[in-house]
C-alpha cells in the first residue's frame, strides 16, 4: 500500500522557519520526482517545489524562491520542505506527492500519489 505522510507542521511567528518531511512506504522515492503543494482556505491547490530524481533538479514557484528548500534523502525514503522567512500568506495545508516525472514538474496533473496534508499557520 503506498502512503505519503507529512509532518512538521505547526504555528510559527512571521520571519520564522519551520521543515516540513515527507515519509514514504509502498515507494521508492529515489525513483520518483518528489512535490510540495499547497492550499489556503478557498484557493486552488497550488505547486511549491519540486525535486527531480534525475539529477535532483528542482524547482520552486516564484513566490517561495529563496525562501523554501526541497530536498530528499533517498536512503530514508523521505522528502523534506525547509521553510524560512515563513509570511502569513504561506498559511496554508500543504501537501507531499509523487510523480514518476523523471524531473521536476509544476502541474498538480502529474503527480500520481498525495499525503493528506499538513497545515502549517503563520501570524503576524
Known amino acids: 500500500q503506498v502512503q505519503l505522510v507529512e509532518s512538521g507542521g505547526g504555528l510559527v511567528q512571521a520571519g520564522g522557519s519551520l521543515r516540513l518531511s515527507c515519509a514514504a512506504s509502498?515507494?521508492?522515492?529515489?525513483?520518483?520526482?518528489m512535490g510540495w503543494f499547497r492550499q489556503a482556505p478557498g484557493k486552488e491547490r497550488e505547486f511549491v517545489a519540486a525535486i527531480g530524481w534525475i539529477g535532483s533538479s528542482t524547482g520552486y514557484a516564484e513566490s517561495v524562491k529563496g525562501r523554501f528548500t526541497i530536498s530528499r534523502d533517498n536512503a530514508k525514503n523521505t522528502v523534506y520542505l525547509q521553510m524560512s522567512s515563513l509570511k502569513p500568506e504561506d498559511t496554508a495545508v500543504y501537501y507531499c506527492?509523487?510523480?514518476?516525472?523523471?524531473?521536476?514538474?509544476?502541474?498538480?496533473?502529474?503527480?500520481?500519489?498525495w499525503g493528506q496534508g499538513t497545515q502549517v499557520t503563520v501570524s503576524s
Open positions: 506527492a509523487a510523480s514518476r516525472s523523471l524531473v521536476a514538474v509544476t502541474n498538480r496533473v502529474n503527480y500520481d500519489y
Open positions: 509502498g515507494l521508492t522515492l529515489a525513483r520518483l520526482t
